[in-house]
């Protein structure tokens, strides 16, 4: 099979889906390539702003209508590991879980684009002004191609990333299991509330989130060279506590992702923009990646409808910037401070209820300071 189309998208999830989203929308002839058959299983903690709901123009409460698992998130409960906890709460939903499996399929669906399933990427070239993609579906050519297939992108690849060499990687690892009714009758987790536990040097964290019958565990922590010992010491830290039933099995998976501006790579090249985790946008204090994902994707799409016939390097330099305006910018190095000061520091803002409330929760985990990036 051999098809031609106006942009192909490589990589179904959120950042994918959103960018396709946006120029079918306008009438491109999109094409999403991805490895994968949806719903398909995503590793991920899995809860969502309402601002990124709205981005995608998706009420939430038909969302949840539609049998799909939306768990309103009305406070977060914090703390460093083995400290005192810190409860935030909110007379509204702030957030709410949901299964990757079920969101991705949906935001996949509602974009409107041809999606072809089963397309491992094999090789890619730029040939007299098309981007060539080989998979095992076939080969797909179009003039613009958007990178959107998460850490090990093979765009990113293609544009020089070498992953796990050079770049300080974020390695977490989680489970997410079902509860039986007896275990679920017996769980003390309340679903509106995830519990948090940070490191004392905030360089990453673990956590515990009910989504009614269903239950997230993980950590993640940058250069986790240790990252199993510490989830398997966490869960059973929350068996000891009796936050956990006893018998609930944690079969835990690994993944990879970039801080944004944590680590640098070329995010563009003529006719092809990186989006989302392919270009190392996550959220640097809270690992979050759907909403940066899901934005980015926008962003990327609006830019190449701006001039959807001028796919040169020197107009798509715009990129990088385009993002730090709405990411923040990126500094050449972070500010350094002793462990001894960062610890006193962590305590400090973990558990004291103001800061608490006003940063750790409301700017690193909900961005309540930025509005919604509409499409439009």
């Known amino acids: 099979m051999s098809e031609r189309a106006d942009c192909l998208v490589v990589g179904g999830g959120p950042a994918g889906s959103s960018a396709a989203w946006v120029l079918a929308r306008a009438g491109l002839d999109v094409r999403v390539l991805d490895k994968a058959r949806f719903p398909r299983d995503k590793v991920c903690a899995g809860w969502v702003t309402p601002q990124v709901f709205a981005a995608r123009g998706i009420d939430p409460a038909e969302y949840a209508r539609a049998g799909h698992v939306l768990q309103p998130i009305t406070g977060f409960r914090s703390s460093l590991l083995g400290g005192r906890p810190v409860e935030v709460d909110y007379p509204e939903p702030v957030s709410y879980g949901i299964l990757r499996r079920e969101f991705d399929a949906h935001l996949l669906r509602a974009s409107g684009a041809p999606v072809v399933e089963g397309a491992a990427v094999r090789h890619l070239a730029r040939e007299r002004g098309l981007w060539r993609v080989e998979t095992e579906a076939g080969t797909f050519t179009a003039p613009w191609l958007i990178g959107a297939g998460g850490h090990f992108c093979p765009m990113a690849r293609h544009l020089g990333a070498r992953p796990g060499r050079g770049e300080a990687t974020v390695l977490a690892r989680e489970a997410e299991v079902p509860l039986s009714p007896e275990q679920a009758a017996a769980c003390p987790l309340r679903g509106e509330v995830p519990e948090l536990f940070f490191f004392p040097e905030l360089d990453g964290y673990a956590w515990v989130f009910r989504k009614g019958d269903w239950l997230n565990i993980g950590l993640g922590r940058e250069n986790g060279h240790h990252i199993a010992v510490q ?112 610890r006193r520091l962590a305590r400090w803002i973990l558990e004291t209820p103001l800061t608490n409330r006003r940063l750790v929760v409301e700017r690193w985990f909900l961005h309540r300071h930025q509005a919604v990036l509409a499409e439009g």
Do not use: N
């Open 231 to 342: 989830l398997d010491d966490f869960v059973a830290r929350l068996r000891q506590t009796g936050r956990l039933p006893a018998d609930l099995s944690v079969p835990a998976r690994g993944h990879a992702y970039l801080l944004y501006g944590h680590a640098r790579r070329r995010i563009f090249a003529e006719g092809a923009l990186l989006v989302g985790d392919a270009a190392g946008l996550a959220y640097p204090q809270s690992g979050e990646g759907i909403r940066p994902a899901v934005e980015s994707g926008l962003i990327a799409a609006r830019l190449i409808l701006e001039a959807p016939d001028d796919p040169r390097p020197e107009r798509l330099a715009e990129y990088p910037g385009r993002l730090a305006a709405r990411f923040g910018a990126v500094r050449d190095t972070a500010p350094w401070l002793p462990t001894g000061l960062k």
